[in-house]
């Protein structure tokens, strides 16, 4: 009798081992499956063409006095990004007190930023007293080697009315000096720009304000027409006693073609008159 119970013992142990409703069956196919979808989606994904192994950025940071500038980030963005006010692509390392910075990066075309903020941040709208700087063209990293690559940071200043959303950094810029009628440059005036015609609205696009010797750089979106101009304030309509000037002396649109750098525009600004102010 105890060897038929041993044996129908074994016998049941055995169908409980193979019976398909078992739990630890059901969870083995399961990983078989998924080990099988794994292999057979990374078998098709193709091989990985882009160049991982890096290639060296490095150079010196320096400020409007050739003078190192240390705590500071360059930041690298691909040649897709339309503009340089979202996450990076890359980031270096803060710069020591000789201002030197190494980025590793990936084959392609960048634009390199350097900033560097007061408060130690590494993200977020700059904000006055902060130090800013651009590579003036993109810049192709390709085999080759270490590029050698130096950039020169200002200082950045922003109205109490601007709005750093409306301060772009794009390939698309206008640079020049503003100037009273008599010839004599003016620091801390803001250049604007209008999309289409003047409106007494809030400017579509600003530069930080000029500097000591009067110049200015403002940065456009793309091609279109745009009304460029300065005044001093900025606080809602010009005032009697405040000044403004257009690009060419009149309040018209301007053709701008994309990528383009135009130098050298004179912007005469003289107490406001109303709309239309002739230079």
Same mark, same amino acid.
């Given at each position: 009798?105890?060897? +038929?119970?041993? %044996?129908?013992s074994?016998?049941l142990?055995? *169908?409980?081992c193979i019976?398909p409703k ?11 499956? !998924?080990?099988?979808l794994?292999?057979? +989606?990374f ?5 990985d063409t882009?160049?991982?192994s890096g290639?060296?950025?490095? &150079? ?8 190192? +500038? ?15 006010l979202?996450?990076a692509?890359?980031m ?10 190494? !980025?590793?990066?990936p ?8 900033r ?5 941040s590494?993200?977020g ?6 130090l800013?700087?651009?590579l ?5 990293a390709?085999?080759g ?5 130096d950039?020169?940071l ?5 109205g109490?009315? &601007? *709005?750093?959303k ?7 810029r %206008?640079k020049?000096?503003v100037?009273?009628?008599?010839g004599?440059v003016?620091e801390? +005036?803001?250049?604007?720009? /209008? ?9 579509? /696009? ?7 010797e ?9 091609s279109?027409?745009?009304? %460029?101009?300065?005044?001093?304030g ?6 009697? *006693?405040?000044?403004?000037g ?5 309040d018209?649109p ?10 050298g525009?004179?912007i005469v600004?003289r107490? /406001?008159s109303?709309?239309?102010n002739?230079?």
């Open positions: 009798m105890r060897a +038929v119970d041993h %044996i129908i074994r016998q142990d055995t *169908d409980t019976h078992n739990p630890l069956l059901r969870k083995a196919r399961f990983f078989l499956l !998924l080990i099988f794994l292999i057979l +989606v078998s098709c994904a193709g091989p882009t160049d991982w290639i060296t950025i490095a &150079g010196k940071l320096v400020d409007d006095s050739g003078r190192p +500038v240390p705590d500071a980030h360059v930041y690298a963005y691909r040649e897709d990004k339309s503009n340089t979202g996450p692509d890359a270096s390392e803060p710069t020591g007190t000789d201002g030197t910075y190494i !980025l590793i990066l084959e392609g075309t960048y634009t390199l930023v350097a560097r903020r007061l408060s130690g590494i993200s709208p700059l904000r006055n007293g902060d800013s700087g651009q003036s063209k993109p810049l192709r390709g085999p080697g270490k590029f050698d690559v950039i020169k200002n200082v950045f200043h922003q109490s009315e &601007g *709005d750093p409306r301060i772009l950094t794009t390939y698309t %206008i020049g000096i100037t009273d009628p008599g004599k003016l801390g +005036v803001h250049v604007f720009a /209008y999309r289409g015609a003047f409106r007494p609205d809030p400017p579509d /696009y600003l530069a930080p304000v000029t500097d000591k009067g110049r200015f750089e403002i940065s456009l979106p793309g279109g027409f745009y009304t %460029i101009g300065a005044r001093t900025l606080r809602g309509k010009p005032r009697p *006693d405040d000044s403004m257009f690009w060419g002396g009149k018209q301007r053709e701008i073609e994309e990528g383009t750098v135009t130098e525009v004179r600004i107490p /406001y109303g709309m239309g002739k230079e």
